[in-house]
């Protein structure tokens, strides 16, 4: 076992795979000649952040004719763009059809995908739509002004979109060890050939899989009982099996007491010790508010520095809004985007739109995927709320015995006695998509029983849906019904 490698294996390589595409990349969303404007007197709108929710508030405001002014002090599009969803289903996407993907073309395929993203999210096509961009660190003025540099931005509104950052729990030794995260792991130039991962949320075992299938030995070590501990229980076990079939090596109920780099980098749980070459922190997000001075403008967080914002997204100071990922503990790039455009209307015209009622899945993308919405059966049984349970096996389906996926299944949760869905999980390939209608449904305000009223394609998974609407429709037919019809049979059979 090697020690240590220091910068992450990056530091002494002037030439790694995909290099030409992260110029490119970089060049888009923080040009090396950009010169910030000369601002406006003032602003209908200036938003602090450019990841999700602040580049779609503020290329909304600027399309129906708002000043906008849009604040970044690093890359353009943020997390997700950069360090998050893009380059990490990239990876997982490539390694998932090239069985035999080494690091170098898996890497610059990451690469090349974000770079041709980026035009996107970039300086170029924001200012081209009306937006002022600056590039630099904002602090708050006072409560109508935000500073960039020397520049003072005037705003009749403000909205926050600053995001978060990996939080690096206070396990001894464990920021000595300078250890990857999101924002480093995407950096990295060559394959690791030992890495622990801490943490079996979504990000944890998404890049516990890429790394395993291109060759490195993964620990993956959660202090749950389970993997995807906020999903089912039958989820977390139906993903376990498939991870450790890639072979991970699964430490779950166990916390990581301590790393030490006496000889070489070593995780340690109670008294067992761990060699390992890297090791990739994955325990949660914090919000990038410190530096803002948000006391300047009569802006409260709480505790933890999420900042406090009430049904239509307003902070404590009323011509202050805040979306994304610094005021929500719901996390998800589509979130983002759907309180954002709470934020337009409500920053700019009658503040009558709310983003407490908001429908949000989500989607872990391992091989299976597991995606849900809205509340799981353990969190209703804890709650002593009454519910009833409709349930497929994939393998029940024609497409599924035609292409089958061992464990895969979708299963809706409904009021009891009712229709009214209160929640879904779907494990499987394409969950993620399976789950869209369900979502739709409960946007809606449309019961189960509607789907027995769609046409879906044969054979798909998508049937899913229908069959267990179909089950719900056999429990309407009580034994007065089933009477009832008898006679009506009887009577009509001549």
Not at 247 to 269: D, M, P, R
Request: some cysteine.
């Amino acid at each position: 076992m090697s020690g240590h490698m220091s910068g992450h294996m990056s530091g002494h390589m002037s030439d790694y795979p995909g290099k030409s595409f992260d110029l490119a990349w970089r060049e888009a969303l923080a040009p090396s000649a950009w010169r910030n404007p000369v601002p406006k007197d003032k602003y209908h709108l200036v938003v602090v952040g450019a990841g999700p929710a602040g580049l779609i508030a503020a290329m909304g405001a600027a399309g129906l004719g708002a000043r906008v002014a849009l604040v970044e002090r690093h890359l353009m599009g943020g997390d997700c763009l950069n360090v998050g969803c893009v380059p990490s289903k990239a990876l997982l996407e490539f390694t998932r059809h090239h069985p035999k993907a080494d690091f170098a073309s898996a890497f610059a395929w990451m690469r090349e995908v974000r770079a041709g993203i980026a035009p996107h999210d970039s300086v170029e096509r924001y200012s081209a739509a009306g937006v002022d961009v600056f590039l630099g660190e904002a602090t708050f003025e006072d409560g109508r002004t935000v500073r960039v540099g020397e520049t003072l931005l005037h705003a009749r509104r403000i909205a926050i979109c600053t995001g978060a950052s990996p939080a690096i729990p206070p396990i001894p030794g464990l920021r000595e060890a300078q250890p990857l995260t999101n924002e480093s792991i995407f950096d990295l130039q060559m394959l690791p050939p030992t890495l622990a991962i801490l943490g079996a949320g979504a990000i944890g075992c998404e890049m516990a899989q890429v790394f395993a299938r291109l060759g490195s030995r993964v620990h993956l070590f959660e202090m749950a009982p389970r993997v995807l501990p906020l999903e089912s229980e039958r989820a977390s076990a139906t993903l376990a099996g498939a991870m450790t079939g890639l072979g991970i090596e699964l430490h779950v109920g166990a916390a990581v007491s301590k790393v030490s780099q006496e000889s070489g980098l070593v995780i340690h749980v109670g008294d067992q010790p761990f060699a390992v070459d890297e090791v990739l922190v994955a325990l949660g997000r914090r919000p990038n508010t410190t530096g803002l001075a948000l006391d300047r403008a009569a802006v409260r967080a709480d505790p933890q520095g999420f900042i406090q914002v009430d049904k239509r997204l307003r902070t404590s100071n009323k011509r202050i809004y805040a979306a994304g990922d610094c005021s929500s503990r719901v996390q998800f790039t589509h979130h983002a985007d759907a309180q954002a455009r709470v934020l337009i209307q409500n920053a700019l015209f009658a503040p009558t739109a709310r983003g407490d009622r908001l429908i949000v899945p989500h989607c872990t993308y391992t091989q299976p995927e597991v995606a849900s919405v809205g509340l799981t059966a353990e969190v209703m049984l804890a709650n002593g709320q009454a519910f009833d349970t409709y349930s497929i096996s994939f393998d029940e389906l024609d497409r599924g015995r035609a292409e089958p996926f061992p464990g895969g299944y979708a299963e809706v949760f409904t009021t009891k006695g009712s229709d009214h869905i209160l929640g879904a999980s779907i494990v499987g390939p394409d969950a993620g998509e399976q789950i869209a209608t369900v979502v739709m449904l409960m946007s809606q305000g449309r019961g189960l029983s509607a789907a027995d009223r769609t046409i879906f394609a044969y054979p798909t998974r998508s049937e899913y849906l229908k069959r267990l609407a179909g089950a719900y429709g056999r429990t309407r037919l009580t034994p007065r019904v089933a009477d009832i019809m008898r006679r009506w049979f009887r009577y009509t059979g001549g």
